[in-house]
């Protein structure tokens, strides 16, 4: 392929630019060779000339296509060059912000200078054990590969994080650190993840600062080992550091900070415990005021503290520990605040006695105040014959006072790591460790001094091994794919790292300079100079003598050589060592110690690392001066060596970190300083090694699916193999062999020849498009063509039609016209006609009327006189008519007056008798009662007036005959008449006094008959009223219902849902509940297998586990499951199960709550009705005490007497029969005490007798009440007539003739006193009654009215809510009608229990009764005939019906679970009826209730729970043995509920069911402990299942090609050949899970699981497939494309086909996929327009907002023909679906499990019809 064909017209290249490093073009000519330029046009439209040298032929880099941009692989770009990484790495960065990118085998992060939730605990599970190359690139899956290689290959593993101060170094090895913490996870209690996590903070602290670059700049290397143990789980730590930076603890450059912990500790000072340290704000420090600012925006260093205070105290650092080191700290920042005073000779100085901030060191080290002011400002100098002690100038002092500080620091600072690791180490042997390396990237600054120059010392022995570990995995690749290859030419900076560090190299000069007693930094130089001049990586600066440059492999470099002897010699002056040495405090003089053999591995900075050692009583004199300690580029140079060899000895992983911009801008791209980085940190350099090999790497698969295009149709049609069909087709296309290689299982090219086949597929697609577009544009301008004839056509025909039309119009228009004149012509004639025969019309109507009203006046005179004539006859007959009608009428009044006297007498008569006044008064309230008495007080002032009148006529009778005589005596002597007259107008006196009394009596009658009345209006007015309100309650009611029942009708679904979801979620809660405690129970068996294990001590111990974990269910009952209503029993059974194992339930709580609310609101009610019969009782006394006044007190007490004598003497036979009764019961029984006869026909006999009794008393009250009713009844009769005597004496009655006999005057008014009282009663007891009822109706009036008033409320608060609320609302007020009516039921339910309880229990007593009884009689009829009849007992034995049980003896119950559940197989009864276990333990523990062992049944239940719980244990990945189980767990917990006896659970039974019933046994309490197991069995179940389903789904569902030729496969790089992937097979079509589920179904289904419980099963797998499929979809970018959402479509409908077909629609599990089908059509929408963006927002529903943008970010064409989705799309996408609430995860938890629902299931089959194989083993039960 030659250059012409590359660089023609429309070719893209890129071109050097001085902003933006490189720049696109576009030829427009193609080029020749000998060209001297190209022709291009820029991206704004622009042409240029781009000169080229025709000797160097360097022509411009070609740029990828389009289709290749934004490849997660760097890798996989066609041509691998400079502006193609930087161009790839910008458009991930900008456009998708993807801050991860893969570069072979590097990941490059950029910094994105802003949080993203791409670390989330759903993200480490998402990577967590996929493949490399299957996901996006992420820190996350370097940490899996590398945790997968160590346990895959049992190597240790190295992460090396690099880059530049603020380019995410140490954030990237935290998320590292954590991803190994979660996953990896302790192996022990000691969290040793959570150390390890919790020393970040500390190190953040003490070894973080705020640089120009980076507010949080690590100042230090740190290499962290993770330690684990064979089952890979973290064990322990360790850290080693490398150089801090102490120079930054006595200086910061501008706009810098100190070390974090001395702000935190400034910002702390106000603390009580921090007042020692005499701090102040940081501004007042001279260490920490260097930099001008001292805060941090956006960080609070007094929260930072505390974080930090805590970690300390996790990490297991003494608080008094922790108090000297932050005396330390403050010492420090004190003695940076020491002032000096300088003398006048300039050669000394002094500080002053009175210094508080030396006063506060000396405190703070507990040092002698006098030696450290001396040792400040002198030193000691020591010869071989004298020692001097020298003052020191002001300059001295301070360099001095500045390297004790540094020292100070960095002993502390290697203290503290010692500690950390200390806290961080296990006594636990290591298998394996991944090592986390957080140094610094390669550093080029204005001035650059000795620490830049060890920082790129290190960074080149890095980027040394770092060319050779990719050099060996490309040689590996080629010699594994077994292709030829030759040595590739990569550059090898190892004279570089000679000039460094070999002999007489830099450092080994440096360290003979520091030896020299007075060397100094230019001597040094000049040796340099001397010694390397000649060196190609070795330069001398043209204008300065002190600095030199070294050529690294990323730049050059040029160092200045003031203070490198200072800072490698990092001297500190030992007489101030020795002053901290005599420290009081023994951690300050541990500090400063030497140590005694001296580790050069593990230098943790400048300073030579120190252990903490015991100081001995007495310390070693050394002399002054010497040189003890080696120079710090020794050991710098020492521990460099040993992590290489650690590197080298482990396979390494590598994280290259980018900045993108000085400014930390988030999301802000600077293409100098991100290509300054790239070619800093290797990424350019595995590109160009790759480059040199073949970098292009294709499956033969792969390669054929993509260029199947390019080969010709009889090449693909034959059946050869793929490797040879693109052997054909690649030395068809490609001429030199030397582009490519064909490998054992790929296809290797060269750089260009990727892009090369792309542009031939891409032409081979523009022609067959032309051609496409030719045919379809001709055939569609045929298609106009034809649609225009057509429409001229139907134009003619239509012009023609319109003309025809018109004409007719015309024709009918002229018609018209003429029918129009004719029609008017005949009007005009026909008007002048009816004028005239109008005229001569009114003319004869007037004659005529002339002659008519003249003959009218005539007869109407006629009629006048007529009339006239009528009404004075019709007078003077109706005057005759009206007299004799007058006389009539007197007549007829005067008789019917006569008749009405006579009606009136009887009547009144009638009136006065007793019955009627009782039918009269009956239904009458107080009124009448008060009418009553007045009319006894009448009687009694009648009667009174009776015996006066009675007297009065006596006394006037004979008054009369006296009178009499004297007047025929007077008449026979006088004949006087006068006398005889004025008596007679006396005895008229009386007479009307006597009529005047009759006429107040009837006034009386006449008034009680009115307010009886007004009493009977005023009862029928509260009736109606009582009547209306109701009417007006129901008004309202209806009224409420109508308005609320449209909103009813639209929020019932609503609500279903809302409770729906919140039973759902309280189901969730309480099995997770199961859920952990079964993984506690789990766990503490492990950890008592384990103690078995390491103890390992001989004899008998006591086994936990066979404790059984249910003991508090089934040896004491629940306090849970007691009568709430009956709280005395509660505390009960508290008593007597003790309080440790009565279980604390909450719901037994709650309820006691409401019983105890209950009782209160009772005594209230019940005190309020005590008070109003108080009152009712004083009333009544009140009213009694005037009714006993009134009332004839005799007569009472005799008939109460006689009444109660009556009622004692049946009362005393009733008990004397008693007594005699339970006389005899007594004896018999005691005559048949020793033989038994029949107890419970003696009981029998009592309970009859004694209701008998009990009846006969009844009988005999009743007969008494009728008795006297009869009595009263007759007398009333008997004296009706004797009460109205007095009354009528002076009128006309037939019997006022008759003498009245005074006894039965007062029987008779005995008789109606004693009817009074009667009716009375009557009337009071009606009355009573009465106010009972309107009470009782009030009450319920007013309960109905409160409720309608907050019904009403409630509705018209509901109306001022939104319809969300409304919604709400209205379901919180049904939940809580739902709970208050449901915890009633319960309560009546728990009552109706405890009464069924104790009968049940008392039934057992008698039963057991009769059968000891029965035994009895049995033990003596065998011992009387055991020798006739020996074999008779047997017999009947055999003929016995079977009933359902299954006996067997207490000491075969081991064997019975071994058979049964532990040694059985699914397999074994596969034949039989299905969970046939279930029913045969139904059966044995049904026997063990019909014979009251409740110890058996207790036994055997705990026994099968624990076997089933080891069945499961031991076979806990056994699909098949966990369904079986589940199965039969669930079968005998229908079996427990169907035969419990409970009406709920016998709806369904048939009669010889309901046979088979428990009898003595309640196992409520078993039934939940199986509902639990049965929860637990699920969820193994259903994690067995996904675990066997998980690895398939990817492949399956998103990988696999269902369409055949549908997916074209994409150029990828070195990740998909990624090591983590050899030597595996995992391509799983979508047949094998249909396969695998249909496996599934079918071993549920042929067990016998509840169809219920399948369905819920599959929609949890089915959840399952779809939360992995779409986390998966989510976080790779190869498979977000069309072709993709295809495939996926379709085997959506594949399983929603099995669906179908399984009749499992209805299960809720298609649902369940509904995000993975809206992110299938997510992927086949267009994504162009605003329309289209809607159009997604209204699909996606399903779809959080950030799975949406997620998506279209990740789309990427699979063709050039595709179009990708613009951030200006995208940005509109998240503008609609701004107005979501969506929750901010990304992924979905997969591990999400729905709550399950065991619905009650009923079996038809009975126990008589189950069979039991003889292969179960079970020949020991006997059918009972």
Request: hydrophobic residues 35%; aromatic residues 8%.
């Amino acid at each position: 392929m030659s250059v012409a064909e590359l660089y023609t017209k429309y070719t893209r290249v890129w071109i050097p630019d001085p902003e933006d490093v490189w720049k696109s073009a576009e030829i427009i000519k193609d080029y020749k060779e000998g060209d001297k330029t190209l022709q291009l046009k820029l991206e704004d439209e622009t042409i240029q000339e781009y000169p080229i040298d025709p000797k160097a032929d360097k022509l411009p880099f070609l740029r990828n296509p389009d289709i290749l941009v934004g490849e997660n692989d760097l890798t996989a770009l066609s041509y691998l060059h400079e502006p193609a990484v930087l161009h790839n790495l910008k458009v991930r960065f900008l456009e998708s912000n993807h801050i991860y990118t893969y570069c072979g085998i590097v990941l490059v992060a950029i910094n994105p200078y802003e949080q993203l939730p791409i670390y989330g605990q759903d993200v480490i599970y998402a990577y967590s054990g996929q493949n490399m190359g299957d996901m996006d690139p992420h820190i996350f899956a370097v940490a899996e590969e590398a945790y997968k290689q160590m346990a895959r290959d049992e190597k240790n593993q190295s992460i090396i994080v690099s880059g530049e101060s603020g380019a995410g170094k140490t954030v990237s090895a935290k998320y590292a650190m954590r991803f190994f913490a979660s996953v990896g996870g302790s192996s022990s209690e000691t969290n040793i993840e959570e150390k390890v996590l919790a020393s970040s903070p500390i190190m953040e602290a003490i070894g973080n600062a705020k640089t120009t670059r980076n507010d949080n700049s690590s100042r230090f290397g740190k290499y962290i080992q993770i330690g684990f143990d064979k089952r890979y789980r973290i064990i322990g730590a360790n850290m080693r550091t490398y150089l801090l930076e102490k120079s930054r603890v006595v200086f910061q450059a501008e706009d810098e900070r100190n070390y974090h912990i001395f702000y935190q500790l400034c910002a702390s000072a106000g603390l009580p415990e921090f007042k020692d340290l005499s701090l102040t704000c940081a501004e007042d420090f001279f260490y920490t005021s260097l930099g001008g600012d001292t805060s941090i925006e956006g960080v609070d260093d007094a929260e930072d503290f505390e974080r930090t205070r805590n970690a300390f105290t996790l990490l297991g650092v003494k608080d008094s520990h922790q108090m000297t080191i932050f005396k330390i700290l403050a010492a420090i920042l004190h003695l940076g605040n020491v002032g000096l005073q300088a003398e006048r000779d300039g050669e000394s100085c002094s500080l002053s006695k009175q210094d508080e901030h030396l006063h506060n060191f000396c405190r703070l080290l507990g040092v002698e105040h006098t030696q450290m002011e001396h040792w400040l400002c002198h030193r000691k100098l020591v010869t071989t014959s004298e020692t001097y002690i020298k003052n020191m100038s002001v300059q001295q002092v301070v360099n001095a006072r500045n390297a004790l500080a540094k020292h100070i620091y960095a002993q502390l600072f290697n203290w503290i790591v010692q500690h950390i690791n200390k806290a961080l180490y296990t006594t636990v042997k290591q298998h394996s460790f991944i090592g986390v390396l957080d140094i610094y990237g390669f550093e080029t600054f204005e001035v650059n001094s000795f620490e830049q120059f060890c920082i790129n010392y290190a960074n080149e022995k890095l980027q040394q091994q770092f060319n050779s570990h990719v050099f060996k995995l490309e040689q590996e690749e080629y010699m594994k794919e077994q292709i030829p290859w030759t040595l590739i030419d990569f550059y090898d900076n190892q004279p570089c790292i000679d000039l460094i560090e070999a002999k007489l190299g830099i450092l080994d000069l440096l360290d003979e300079e520091c030896k020299v007693p007075k060397g100094t930094d230019q001597n040094w130089a000049q040796k340099l100079y001397d010694r390397h001049g000649s060196s190609q990586h070795f330069q001398k600066p043209r204008m300065s003598n002190i600095s030199f440059i070294v050529a690294h492999f990323a730049d050059k470099v040029e160092y200045q050589c003031d203070g490198f002897l200072e800072k490698n010699r990092d001297t500190v002056y030992e007489e101030q060592i020795n002053i901290l040495k005599a420290s009081k405090y023994p951690m300050v003089a541990d500090l400063f110690h030497d140590e005694k053999d001296p580790v050069p591995a593990t230098p943790a900075g400048k300073g030579a690392s120190s252990k903490i050692n015991i100081r001995s009583a007495r310390p070693t004199v050394k002399a002054a001066n010497k040189e003890h300690k080696k120079t710090v580029g020794h050991q710098f140079r020492n521990s460099l060596h040993l992590l290489m060899e650690t590197l080298n000895a482990t396979t390494p992983h590598y994280v290259r970190c980018i900045k993108p911009n000085d400014e930390k801008l988030p999301f802000s791209f600077d293409p100098k300083r991100a290509v300054q980085q790239l070619r800093a940190c290797g990424v350019l350099e595995t590109i160009r090694i790759s480059a040199a090999g073949y970098p292009s790497r294709w499956t033969y698969h792969d390669f054929m699916n993509r260029y199947r295009v390019l080969m010709k149709k009889r090449d693909v049609s034959k059946k050869e193999d793929k490797k040879v069909a693109c052997k054909t087709l690649l030395e068809s296309l490609i001429k030199d062999p030397d582009k490519f290689q064909f490998g054992r299982t790929k296809i290797f090219f060269r750089a260009g020849q990727v892009a090369y086949l792309e542009k031939l597929r891409a032409d081979k697609f523009r022609a067959a498009t032309i051609m496409i577009q030719k045919t379809m544009r001709g055939w569609f301008q045929r298609m106009i063509y034809r649609k225009m004839r057509e429409s001229a056509i139907r134009i003619q025909r239509h012009g023609r039609g319109y003309l025809a039309r018109r004409l007719a119009a015309h024709l009918r228009q002229t018609k018209a016209a003429i029918v129009f004149q004719k029609q008017y012509r005949m009007l005009r004639v026909r008007r002048a006609y009816l004028v005239i025969r109008k005229a001569t019309i009114t003319i004869q109507a007037f004659t005529r009327g002339m002659f008519v009203r003249r003959s009218y006046r005539k007869m109407l005179m006629e009629h006048k006189a007529t009339i006239i004539q009528k009404h004075a006859r019709a007078w003077l007959a109706r005057k005759r008519f009206v007299r004799f009608r007058t006389a009539a009428v007197v007549v007829q009044c005067y008789f019917r007056r006569m008749k009405a006297k006579q009606e009136l007498k009887t009547l009144k008569i009638e009136a006065r008798s007793a019955e009627h006044l009782k039918r009269l008064n009956i239904g009458m309230e107080n009124k009448v009662v008060q009418l009553q008495r007045k009319v006894d007080e009448q009687n009694k002032e009648y009667k009174f007036l009776n015996e006066q009148l009675s007297t009065a006529t006596s006394t006037y009778s004979a008054e009369i005959s006296k009178l009499k005589k004297e007047l025929e005596h007077y008449q026979q002597k006088n004949k006087d008449g006068n006398q005889i007259t004025s008596l007679q107008e006396e005895i008229d006196t009386l007479r009307l006094a006597l009529e005047k009394a009759h006429g107040e009596r009837k006034i009386v009658e006449d008034t009680y008959t009115k307010e009886k009345d007004v009493l009977q209006k005023r009862i029928s007015d509260l009736e109606e009223e009582n009547v209306l309100l109701k009417q007006e309650k129901e008004d309202l009611n209806n009224k409420i219902l109508c308005q609320t029942e449209d909103e009813i009708a639209q929020n019932a679904v609503e609500e279903n849902l809302m409770m729906k979801k919140e039973l759902d979620e309280e189901r969730t809660r309480y099995q997770n509940l199961v859920k952990e405690y079964s993984r506690l129970e789990q766990r503490y068996d492990n950890l008592r297998d384990e103690m078995t294990i390491v103890k390992q001590t001989p004899g008998h111990r006591r086994n936990p586990s066979n404790q059984s974990s249910l003991e508090s269910d089934s040896n004491y009952p629940s306090i849970s499951t007691s009568e709430i209503g009956d709280t005395e029993d509660a505390i009960q059974q508290v008593e007597e199960v003790g309080l440790e194992k009565a279980a604390m339930d909450m719901t037994l709580f709650l309820k006691l709550q409401k019983r105890v609310r209950e009782l209160e609101q009772e005594r209230k009610k019940l005190q309020s009705q005590l008070e109003k019969k108080d009152t009712e009782s004083k009333k009544s006394q009140v009213i009694e005490m005037k009714n006993e006044m009134d009332l004839d007190r005799d007569t009472d007490l005799a008939y109460n007497s006689l009444k109660r004598q009556e009622l004692e003497s049946e009362n005393k036979k009733l008990k004397n029969d008693l007594n005699e009764l339970r006389k005899a019961i007594v004896d018999r029984v005691a005559q048949n005490n020793n033989c038994s006869n029949d107890i419970y026909d003696s009981y029998s006999l009592l309970l009859n007798q004694l209701k008998s009794a009990n009846e006969e008393l009844e009988v005999r009250k009743e007969e008494v009440l009728i008795l006297r009713t009869q009595i009263i009844k007759a007398a009333q009769q008997k004296d009706a007539g004797r009460n109205m005597e007095p009354n009528n004496m002076q009128t006309s009655w037939p019997n006022s003739d008759k003498h009245v006999d005074p006894e039965d005057a007062i029987e008779a008014y005995h008789g109606v006193c004693q009817t009074n009282r009667l009716l009375e009663a009557q009337l009071q007891e009606q009355r009573r009654e009465h106010e009972e009822e309107l009470e009782t109706l009030k009450e319920e009036m007013e309960a109905l009215r409160v409720e309608m008033e907050k019904q009403q409320e409630a509705f018209y608060q509901t109306l001022q809510l939104s319809p969300e609320a409304q919604v709400e609302f209205g379901i919180q007020q049904e939940i809580t009608r739902l709970t208050n009516e449901n915890l009633d039921l319960k309560e009546l339910l728990e009552k109706l229990e405890k009464n069924e309880r104790k009968l049940k229990k008392q039934l057992r007593i008698y039963m057991k009764k009769v059968q000891d009884y029965e035994a009895d009689q049995a033990i003596v009829h065998t011992e009387k005939q055991r020798h006739e009849h020996t074999r008779e007992i047997t017999v009947p034995r055999k003929e016995k019906v079977f009933q359902g049980m299954l006996e067997y003896f207490k000491e075969d119950e081991p064997l019975l679970i071994k058979n049964l559940i532990i040694d059985l197989k699914p397999q074994t009864v596969s034949a039989t009826v299905p969970c046939l276990p279930a029913y045969i333990l139904y059966m044995c523990i049904r026997h063990a209730d019909y014979i009251n062992d409740d110890h058996k049944v207790h036994s055997l239940l705990t026994s099968t729970l624990n076997g089933i719980k080891k069945v499961l244990k031991k076979h806990n990945d056994d699909f098949e043995m966990t369904s079986f189980w589940l199965a039969n767990t669930c079968r005998l917990l229908h079996c427990l509920k169907q035969y419990s006896g409970d009406t709920g659970f016998m709806t369904q039974n048939t009669a010889k069911q309901n046979e088979h019933c428990l009898q003595n046994f309640d196992l409520t309490e078993y039934r939940q402990v199986l509902s639990d197991l049965s929860i637990q069995i699920y969820q193994q179940l259903i994690k067995i299942a996904e675990g066997v389903l998980q690895p398939m789904i990817v492949t399956a569902v998103l990988e696999n090609e269902s369409i055949q030729g549908l997916s074209g496969v994409k150029p990828m790089g070195y990740r998909k050949r990624s090591s983590s992937m050899e030597n595996t097979d995992n391509s799983y079509t979508l047949e094998a899970i249909i396969h695998q589920l249909n496996t599934f179904h079918s071993t549920m289904y042929d067990q016998g699981l509840d169809p219920e419980i399948i369905q819920q099963a599959v929609k949890q797998l089915f959840y399952m497939i779809n939360a992995v499929a779409l986390n998966n979809l989510l976080l790779r970018k190869d498979v977000c494309s069309w072709s993709t959402g295809m495939q996926l479509r379709f085997n959506i409908s594949q399983l929603e086909e099995w669906l179908r077909g399984k009749n499992l629609h209805q299960s809720g599990a298609a649902k369940t996929l509904e995000p993975l089908i809206q992110a299938a059509q997510l992927l086949q929408l267009k994504k162009k327009s605003s329309e289209d963006a809607e159009a997604i927002c209204y699909l996606c529903t399903s779809l959080t907002t950030q799975q949406i943008v997620k998506i279209l970010n990740l789309y990427t064409p699979v063709n050039e023909f595709e179009e990708r989705v613009t951030v200006a799309f995208i940005r509109n996408v998240q503008a609609l679906l701004q107005e979501r609430n969506d929750p901010p995860q990304l992924l979905l938890d997969f591990k999400f499990m729905f709550p399950v629902l065991f619905p009650f299931n009923p079996s038809s089959l009975t126990m008589d019809s189950i069979h039991i194989p003889a292969s179960l083993g079970l020949d020991f039960l006997v059918k009972v």
